[in-house]
Protein backbone atom coordinates (compact mmCIF):
# COMPACT_ATOMS: atom_id res chain seq x y z
CA UNK A 1 0.00 0.00 0.00
CA UNK A 2 1.42 3.50 -1.19
CA UNK A 3 2.39 6.20 1.78
CA UNK A 4 -0.49 7.99 2.63
CA UNK A 5 0.89 11.79 1.90
CA UNK A 6 0.80 14.57 4.53
CA UNK A 7 -1.08 17.80 3.88
CA UNK A 8 0.59 20.32 2.58
CA UNK A 9 2.15 23.19 4.43
CA UNK A 10 2.67 26.45 2.20
CA UNK A 11 5.50 29.05 3.61
CA UNK A 12 6.79 32.19 2.04
CA UNK A 13 10.51 32.86 2.46
CA UNK A 14 10.86 36.40 3.04
CA UNK A 15 9.58 37.79 6.22
CA UNK A 16 8.12 34.58 7.13
CA UNK A 17 11.39 32.41 7.62
CA UNK A 18 14.03 34.76 5.88
CA UNK A 19 13.62 38.63 8.55
CA UNK A 20 14.03 40.19 5.10
CA UNK A 21 15.11 43.40 7.30
CA UNK A 22 17.62 44.31 4.46
CA UNK A 23 14.44 44.47 2.02
CA UNK A 24 14.79 42.93 -1.41
CA UNK A 25 17.67 43.28 -2.79
CA UNK A 26 17.60 40.35 -5.37
CA UNK A 27 16.57 36.88 -6.17
CA UNK A 28 20.08 35.27 -4.86
CA UNK A 29 21.21 37.95 -2.08
CA UNK A 30 19.40 36.47 1.46
CA UNK A 31 21.78 38.46 3.51
CA UNK A 32 19.48 38.61 6.92
CA UNK A 33 19.16 36.27 10.01
CA UNK A 34 16.26 33.98 10.36
CA UNK A 35 12.79 34.72 11.85
CA UNK A 36 13.12 33.64 15.41
CA UNK A 37 11.72 30.20 15.56
CA UNK A 38 11.22 29.24 11.87
CA UNK A 39 13.66 26.34 11.85
CA UNK A 40 12.47 24.93 14.98
CA UNK A 41 8.51 25.36 13.69
CA UNK A 42 9.98 23.92 9.85
CA UNK A 43 11.29 20.61 11.74
CA UNK A 44 8.02 20.39 14.36
CA UNK A 45 5.62 21.47 11.44
CA UNK A 46 7.19 18.40 9.62
CA UNK A 47 5.88 15.82 11.59
CA UNK A 48 2.49 16.46 10.35
CA UNK A 49 3.12 17.99 7.88
CA UNK A 50 4.98 17.99 3.89
CA UNK A 51 6.66 21.64 3.54
CA UNK A 52 6.89 23.64 1.40
CA UNK A 53 8.78 27.00 0.43
CA UNK A 54 7.22 28.99 -2.28
CA UNK A 55 8.35 32.46 -2.84
CA UNK A 56 8.74 35.07 -5.18
CA UNK A 57 12.08 34.12 -5.24
CA UNK A 58 10.95 30.47 -6.44
CA UNK A 59 11.15 31.79 -10.14
CA UNK A 60 13.89 33.50 -10.37
CA UNK A 61 16.94 32.40 -11.67
CA UNK A 62 19.19 30.85 -8.52
CA UNK A 63 16.24 31.90 -6.00
CA UNK A 64 15.66 28.76 -5.05
CA UNK A 65 19.55 27.81 -5.09
CA UNK A 66 19.99 30.64 -2.96
CA UNK A 67 17.05 29.75 -0.15
CA UNK A 68 18.52 26.01 -0.10
CA UNK A 69 21.47 27.47 0.64
CA UNK A 70 20.44 30.07 3.32
CA UNK A 71 18.56 27.19 4.97
CA UNK A 72 21.31 24.75 5.34
CA UNK A 73 23.80 27.48 6.52
CA UNK A 74 21.68 28.31 9.20
CA UNK A 75 20.50 25.28 9.94
CA UNK A 76 24.07 23.97 10.57
CA UNK A 77 24.39 26.65 13.24
CA UNK A 78 20.91 25.75 14.54
CA UNK A 79 21.86 22.64 15.28
CA UNK A 80 25.52 23.08 16.39
CA UNK A 81 23.77 25.70 19.18
CA UNK A 82 22.04 22.34 20.01
CA UNK A 83 25.25 20.70 20.69
CA UNK A 84 25.57 18.64 17.13
CA UNK A 85 29.22 18.34 16.23
CA UNK A 86 30.34 20.40 13.70
CA UNK A 87 30.46 17.65 10.34
CA UNK A 88 27.18 15.74 11.92
CA UNK A 89 25.49 19.39 12.02
CA UNK A 90 26.60 19.65 8.12
CA UNK A 91 25.22 16.80 7.34
CA UNK A 92 21.86 16.86 9.78
CA UNK A 93 21.48 20.34 7.47
CA UNK A 94 21.55 18.97 4.68
CA UNK A 95 18.90 16.37 5.34
CA UNK A 96 16.84 19.06 6.84
CA UNK A 97 16.75 21.01 3.58
CA UNK A 98 16.38 18.30 1.43
CA UNK A 99 12.84 17.21 3.59
CA UNK A 100 12.10 20.31 2.00
CA UNK A 101 10.33 20.82 -0.93
CA UNK A 102 10.63 24.26 -3.70
CA UNK A 103 7.93 24.13 -6.24
CA UNK A 104 8.49 26.72 -8.90
CA UNK A 105 4.48 27.26 -8.65
CA UNK A 106 2.03 27.71 -6.43
CA UNK A 107 1.07 24.16 -4.56
CA UNK A 108 -2.03 23.17 -3.78
CA UNK A 109 -1.71 23.59 -0.10
CA UNK A 110 -3.76 22.63 3.03
CA UNK A 111 -2.87 25.43 4.70
CA UNK A 112 -0.54 28.77 3.68
CA UNK A 113 1.89 31.29 6.00
CA UNK A 114 2.57 34.53 4.14
CA UNK A 115 3.47 37.44 5.73
CA UNK A 116 1.82 39.42 3.04
CA UNK A 117 -2.00 37.69 2.19
CA UNK A 118 -5.25 38.66 3.60
CA UNK A 119 -7.39 35.91 4.62
CA UNK A 120 -10.87 35.66 2.76
CA UNK A 121 -13.45 35.04 4.88
CA UNK A 122 -16.42 35.28 2.08
CA UNK A 123 -16.55 39.18 2.18
CA UNK A 124 -14.45 41.29 0.06
CA UNK A 125 -11.94 43.88 2.04
CA UNK A 126 -12.02 47.81 1.24
CA UNK A 127 -9.63 48.67 -0.98
CA UNK A 128 -8.60 51.17 1.75
CA UNK A 129 -7.42 48.76 4.10
CA UNK A 130 -5.67 46.78 1.22
CA UNK A 131 -3.42 49.91 0.42
CA UNK A 132 -3.03 50.26 3.96
CA UNK A 133 -1.56 46.84 4.51
CA UNK A 134 1.32 46.45 6.46
CA UNK A 135 3.21 43.10 7.45
CA UNK A 136 4.23 41.90 11.40
CA UNK A 137 7.39 43.25 11.15
CA UNK A 138 6.69 47.14 9.91
CA UNK A 139 3.34 47.06 12.13
CA UNK A 140 3.78 49.83 14.65
CA UNK A 141 3.24 48.54 18.37
CA UNK A 142 0.00 49.87 19.46
CA UNK A 143 0.47 50.88 23.45
CA UNK A 144 -2.97 50.58 25.68
Known sequence: MPEK???I???DFDGVIHSY???W???HDVADPPVPGALTFIQE???DFDVCIFSSRSGQPNGIGAMKTWLRLHYQEYFQKAGVPGDQAFIRS???VKRIDFPTEKPPAFVTIDDRAVQFEGA???IEDLLSFKPW???EEKTP
Do not use: D, I, M, V
Open 45 to 47: AQQ
Open 137 to 139: NKR
Open 25 to 27: TGA
Open 94 to 96: KKA
Open 21 to 23: TSG
Open 9 to 11: LCL
Open 124 to 126: WPA
Open 5 to 7: RKP
